[in-house]
Structures are given as C-alpha cells and as structure tokens.
C-alpha cells in the first residue's frame, strides 16, 4: 500500500529539547516535504527535498533542519523548539509534478 | 494580496445541491492542486491540474491557464463531503514549491 508515514503523531515536550519528526515513502518518490498547518494561517512548506542530498528552504523554514541521505527519509529536525513551532506537522512526497500523498500529521506542542 | 486566494471561505449547502468551490492564482504556475481535510486532520489529495477539466465520480476540477482560475466542482452533495477543501499551485520556476489557499470549509447538511 503507498504510504507516507510520520512519526511521532503527538508530541508534546519543552522549550528547548531537541526533537526529530520522522517522515518515511514507500513510493520512491523524488520530491518529499515538510509543511505547517496553523488555525488561520493554513498551510506553509517549511522545506523540500528534489531528490537524495538536495534540499531547499520553503516560506518558513526558521528553527528547522532538515537533511535527505535515503530516498525514502526525510526526517524534521527541531533543534531547540519554542513555543512558536506549536502546530500541526504534515510530510508529503511525490513524483514530478505528479499526485501528492501526505502522512496522518504530527501535532507537536512545546511547552 | 496572497499568491493563491480561495472564495468563499465557509460553504453551507445542502445534500444534493452543485457545489462550486474557487481559486485564483497570481503567478505563473506548473500545477494545481486540489485536496480534500476531513475533520481529524489528515489531507488527501484530490486533483493535480496543469490544464483542462479532470473528473473522479461526483468531483470535476476544472483550470483556465490565461485567467488564471481553477473551481472545483462537487455535483450531487452529500454530508460525507463536509469537509475542508483546499487549493495549492506549485510555481513554475519550482517544481516543488507549494503555495496553499486558506481553504474552504463546506459543510452538506442532509
């Protein structure tokens, strides 16, 4: 079955702890990334990946890292969170310029 | 004004009514998307336009390049459509950027 898969669904942790938000395809799709999703601002890309090594910031991509070693990863790293990165997370891939598969989203909360 | 501007924004119909859900772009584009947020969060996607009219049961999406504009049209609606409904262009000088609407929440009474 094609699937992106996140993890963790939920998390809630400090300022300051460094988290990671996994994001795995099944699909071997080129092009994979990272949004938020916040009551009235909708959705933002925070990065993107075109493909292994090759990454590029998004509109929002302060306080995030990301890297791209596998084709099928594509992990989100926080590495000292604030409160300002509460929201709902969402990983997506595709191929080029074709159909977009997201995960189930991961809602974070740094206290 | 937004890149990617949706209309309306709230949506009350009821069951078996035609539906019309707009979006209008103000940049060049490679892509548009049309996806579907059900209560609980997750997205799917529904339609990827680049020209033309596309068709998947009940669901039309329809692009008009030169006025820039996409609608997404839900024919005989039904309470299960309820839902948040949202547009996103990828840009034609990237073929991986995305840039999102604010969405449409439709909500089909029975």
Known sequence: EAQVTQNPRYLITVTGKKLTVTCSQNMNHEYMSWYRQDPGLGLRQIYYSMNVEV???????????????????????????????TSLY???STR?????????????TVL | KNEVE?????LTAQEGEFITINCSYSVGISALHW?????????????????????????????????????LHITASHPRDS??????????TSGSRLTFGEGTQLTVNP
């Open chain 2, 83 to 92: 839902a948040v409904y949202i547009c996103a262009s990828t840009r034609e």
């Open chain 1, 96 to 108: 080029a310029f074709g159909e977009l598969f997201f995960g189930e989203g991961s809602r974070l």
């Open chain 1, 90 to 92: 969402f990983c997506a």
């Open chain 1, 55 to 85: 990454t590029d910031k998004g509109d929002v991509p302060e306080g995030y890292k990301v890297s791209r070693k596998e084709k099928r990863n594509f992990p989100l790293i926080l590495e000292s969170p604030s409160p300002n990165q």
């Open chain 2, 6 to 10: 949706q209309s309306p924004q709230n």
């Open chain 2, 35 to 71: 996806l579907q947020q059900h209560p609980g969060g997750g997205i799917v996607s529904l339609f990827m336009l680049s020209s033309g009219k596309k068709k998947h049961g009940r669901l039309i999406a329809t692009i008009n390049i030169q006025e820039k504009h996409s609608s």
